[in-house]
């Protein structure tokens, strides 16, 4: 599966914490979780099994909450069995299209 999610703070404990700070927490969760990943200016990206997927997605929801007592979560899943690296192979495919 693939899984696009964006988890935020939606008030800190901590005044001085930028949200940039506490989304790095959750990003870092990501990328120390060895599956294939991509971060952009409004979402990440991850990919792999079900129950790895979405454990990944809660602990960086759990890091977001060492700093907040809310938290905002937003998750869109691609869920297809047997398919894999389609990270990348699904932007190879629009790309095809985009040169013909």
Known sequence: MIAAFSVAPTVTNNSNAEMSD???????????SGLPHETTAMFTTIEGEWDEVMDVIKRATQAVEEVSPRVSLVVKADIRPGYENMLQQKVESLNKHLEA
């Open 22 to 32: 506490v989304v790095a927490q959750a990003v870092k969760v990501v990328r120390e």
